[in-house]
Nanobody
């Protein structure tokens, strides 16, 4: 089992920045990918960014150049630095970790970007 605790969401004006954090506990030694997904109102949940245990990253095209994912393996924590935020980034952001037997999700944190 892996437990995830997210923090860092909130309300920000367009052009502003936020940093999301997600701390994992439990069977963390088996974690490969850690990542962030988001679900805008009325839409499906989609990948925002992910990072593997070696530091390789993937980003959605819509956030490339604005968002940066990073990971502290010693703290079992993944971060998402979000800069130049746009109203279309408004969504519930979910942390996800990938382990050999499946995956785990955080409870979600709301990010709202006002125009």
């Amino acid at each position: 089992q892996v437990q995830l605790v997210e923090s860092g969401g909130g309300l920000v004006q367009a052009g502003g920045s936020l940093r999301l954090s997600c701390a994992a506990s439990g069977s963390t030694g088996s974690i490969n990918y850690m990542g962030w997904y988001r679900r805008a109102q009325g839409q499906a949940r989609v990948l925002v960014a992910r990072i593997n245990s070696g530091g390789s990253t993937d980003y959605a095209d819509s956030v490339k150049g604005r968002f940066t994912i990073s990971r502290d393996n010693a703290k079992n924590t993944v971060y998402l630095q979000m800069n130049s935020l746009k109203p279309e980034d408004t969504a519930v952001y979910f942390c996800n970790v990938d382990v050999p037997w499946g995956g785990y999700w955080g409870q979600g944190t709301q990010v709202t970007v006002s125009s």
